[in-house]
């Protein structure tokens, strides 16, 4: 398997201006999570999907953020409009739904820098 | 409020030593506690996860040693490699919940 799959992997914006992050899920998982990691904050649950429902999104910061997952294999993450302090990497992971199997499988992250 | 509380915050060891990162919870409904690796670049990996029926998980050089009357685990990387120059994150959660707390990193530098 390819694993998880993020795009793209650097962005570079203007604030105002809308950013839309994707990610391709492990093949079969049941889960799909958003994290946002600074330096400041560490690694930082965004949102959290099951079966392509938001379960827990507790964590997204304003409204100038929203994700959303219309079918197994693809999620998005959307801020609009960015601002400087939006700047992060940005990680998608996905894992099995078997309680016994809480692995979270992360993408390689994209870099978002908001000048 | 941070849930799980991890130690150092940076670690600098000399090849063959032994790296010791240490994190406290306050849940006591926790009953998974992973450890994620993460390299530069690159997203976090689990490297080794334990729960409370055990004292201790040894997989090759890397243990986790659980203590939980003090609400305490850590992880010891034992003959510590410069390959193992990365960012450890300890992290918990409760029952079926996946949705892991995390500890804030600890950056582990291995001299050669």
């Known amino acids: 398997d390819a694993g998880v799959i993020q795009s793209p992997r650097h962005e570079v914006t203007e604030m105002g201006q809308e950013v839309t992050l994707r990610c391709k899920p492990i093949?079969?998982?049941?889960?799909l999570f958003w994290y946002r990691q600074t330096m400041m904050r560490g690694l930082e649950l965004l949102i959290y999907?099951?079966?392509?429902?938001?379960?827990?999104d507790s964590g997204m910061p304003e409204d100038r953020f929203s994700a959303k997952m219309p079918n197994a294999s693809f999620s998005t993450l959307k801020i609009q409009p960015s601002e400087p302090r939006d700047s992060a990497v940005y990680f998608c992971?996905?894992?099995?739904?078997?309680?016994?199997?809480?692995?979270?499988?992360f993408g390689a992250g994209t870099r978002l820098s908001v000048l | 409020q941070q849930q799980v509380k991890q130690s150092p915050q940076s670690l600098i060891v000399q090849k063959g030593g032994i790296s010791i990162i240490n994190c406290a919870y306050e849940?006591?409904?926790?009953?998974?506690f992973p450890w994620y690796q993460q390299f530069p670049g690159k997203g976090p990996a689990l490297l080794i996860a334990?729960?409370?029926d055990v004292s201790e998980k040894k997989e090759g050089r890397f243990t986790i040693s659980f203590n939980k009357s003090a609400k305490q685990f850590s992880l010891h990387i034992m003959d510590s490699q410069p390959g193992d120059s990365a960012t450890y994150f300890c992290?918990?959660?409760?029952?079926?919940?996946?949705?892991?707390?995390w500890g804030l990193g600890t950056s582990l530098a291995v001299n050669p």
């Open positions: 992971a996905s894992s099995l739904g078997a309680p016994a199997k809480n692995i979270q499988y």
């Open positions: 999907f099951n079966n392509n429902v938001p379960i827990d």
């Open positions: 334990i729960r409370p």
């Open positions: 093949s079969g998982h049941d889960y």
């Open positions: 849940n006591t409904a926790f009953d998974y």
């Open positions: 992290a918990a959660s409760t029952g079926g919940n996946r949705k892991l707390i």
